[in-house]
């Protein structure tokens, strides 16, 4: 008679101890082990797990039609203008009275606000726009870039998607900057072709204020590595010499050490490398002095690098001062993407003070949120964060709880434009929000900003359409700080806005009187 086993109680193992169990169990065991051993070489996840992350479950499927507004009055709405803003920092053309605004497809003329039009060209231009009064002549810089290679649902990863990537890169156009002539806004004359290197991405949020130089957001060659989807390739920067807009010269070029494939080793030591998220490119950057009038200093924005303060004194050889990078970043997005000095007259609370937005990539929240940064360059070698902008909050109607559901990106995007006509309030900071809409603020104590007005658009386009909603309804402002107004550009048209904020608007023709740079567009009415 065969002895009984004891049956285990509940929760007591089984031994189930049999040559054949004891076998599979050890091929088993010795399985799981060498999977252990693998995970500490590569992780938890070999693959990794990066953005975009999971859509909110809790946001709306449609989109919302409403508009809200808060401390503003709406002046105009045309739909089919697009103006650009704070990229770049500089873009009205004037003469007289008349006002134009650069916008998509030509120009949005603002002299009387009650009733802007859009004024259509055949030449397709845009970039920064100054007058150079040597010339005595309205300038455009004009960025000339490959194709973008933004996820989208049949790309979710963007460049990493080989194919998508190579389709991008065979671009066959200018890589660069053109120059054109635009003393006749209607009639640009093309100048000059500068390429910045065939195999780059070309330029994309540059500085030129009319005067010898111009700082480029380039890329000249393949070999900029980028982690971020949107784009195939990363930028450094490339200063350039436009004494001759007709004959654009190089002066000299530079880059953070481990952008390029072959600065691996110094790349490794970012906490970033290798995450398929962060933004490891240059982003624009401003001289607020002309070089050659005895400025010194550029103020770079430079994604997750950070911001990167220049010394330009010999512009044949730029050198950096200090490389500031919070310790709070995390991955996505572009950290540092407009970098705005406060325009502080002779407020002594707001000297030194430098506004650093972010830009927002993925909708939906689908990257980690980034606050717009107040920091201080009292001590250019020693930067220091001052304040952050708080969270913006949907007005209690919407029906959403936080600007996550409300669908498309959400952050910021712009400031108003640097070059702007009239004396700006140093304490009001303007903001381009995405599905936030516009928002302005009060940094009058900078180490809490606070929220005094906004505008949020309708929402447009189509659910089932990604592209017809993803970028969302506030991407450019620019501010008229002499009659008063706000400009809002965006998917669904351009908005002139008042605000109490700024003082009771002039909406009629007006001749611009100065401008908020002393150097900028000088003897542009002569």
């Known amino acids: 008679m065969s002895k009984k086993t004891k049956e285990p109680s509940a929760g007591e193992a089984r031994p189930n101890l049999n040559r054949r169990s004891l076998l599979a169990g050890g091929a088993a065991l010795a399985g799981l082990t060498a999977m252990s051993a693998r995970s500490q070489v ?18 709306l499927p449609t989109l919302d039609r409403n508009q809200y507004i808060h401390n503003m009055e709406l002046i105009s709405h045309v739909e089919d203008a697009h103006i650009s803003g704070g990229e770049p920092q500089m873009n009205m053309w004037a003469k007289g009275e008349r006002r134009l605004i650069q916008a998509q497809g030509g120009w949005f003329d603002v002299t009387d606000a009650k009733h802007p039009v859009l004024i259509k060209t055949k030449e397709r231009t845009g970039g920064c726009i100054a007058y150079n009064e040597k010339l005595k002549k309205w300038l455009m810089m004009s960025t000339a870039a490959q194709p973008l290679s933004s996820a989208d649902p049949d790309h979710p990863y963007g460049r990493w998607d080989e194919e998508y990537r190579k389709k991008a890169e065979s671009y066959d156009g200018l890589r660069g900057v053109r120059t054109y002539d635009i003393t006749k806004p209607e009639e640009p004359k093309l100048l000059c072709e500068f390429s910045t290197g065939k195999t780059g991405s070309g330029t994309h949020m540059n500085f030129y204020d009319g005067g010898r130089y ?45 952008q390029l494939y072959s600065e691996e ?15 490891t490119s240059s982003h624009g950057g401003l001289i607020p002095k002309r070089l050659e009038e005895g400025g010194k200093m550029a103020f770079c924005g430079f994604g997750h690098f950070g911001m990167v303060l220049m010394d330009l004194s010999d512009p044949k050889n730029p050198k950096v001062i200090t490389q500031y990078r919070p310790t709070h970043e995390t991955m996505g997005g572009i950290p540092f993407h407009t970098i705005f000095p406060v325009h502080a007259g002779n407020n002594k609370t707001l000297q030194d003070l430098i506004i650093t937005t972010s830009e927002t990539v993925e909708p939906d929240c689908r990257e980690p949120f980034k606050p717009v940064q107040v920091i201080s360059v009292k001590d250019m070698k020693n930067p220091k964060l001052v304040g952050f902008f708080p969270r913006a909050v949907p007005p209690k109607e919407a029906p959403y709880t936080d600007f996550c559901l409300a669908r498309g990106r959400f952050g910021t995007h712009n400031t108003g434009s640097w070059i702007a006509p009239g004396t700006a309030r140093p304490e009001i900071i303007v903001l381009a929000c995405f599905n936030a809409g516009i928002q302005v603020w009060d940094i009058s104590d900078p180490t809490l900003p606070k929220q005094v007005a906004y505008f949020i658009p309708p929402h447009i386009g189509k659910i089932e359409n990604y592209e017809s909603w993803r970028r969302s309804e506030s991407e450019n402002a620019y501010v008229e700080w002499d009659r008063k107004i706000i400009w809002l550009g965006g998917p669904a048209g351009t908005y002139g806005l008042s605000c109490p904020a700024l003082g009771a608007p002039s909406t009629g023709p007006q001749k611009i009187d100065h401008w908020t740079v002393p150097h900028a567009n000088r003897g542009w009415n002569t």
């Open 42 to 59: 590569t992780g938890i996840m070999p693959g990794g797990g990066t953005v975009p992350f999971r859509r909110p479950l809790g946001s």
């Open 214 to 258: 111009a700082l480029t957001d380039a890329g000249w060659s393949n070999e900029f590595r980028m982690e971020n989807a949107q784009r195939p390739n990363g930028n450094g920067f490339m200063l350039l010499d436009l004494a001759d807009p007709g004959n654009v010269l190089e002066v000299s070029r530079w880059h953070i050490p481990g």
């Open 265 to 279: 080793e110094e790349y490794k030591k970012y906490w970033f490398a290798g995450d398929h998220a962060s933004w």
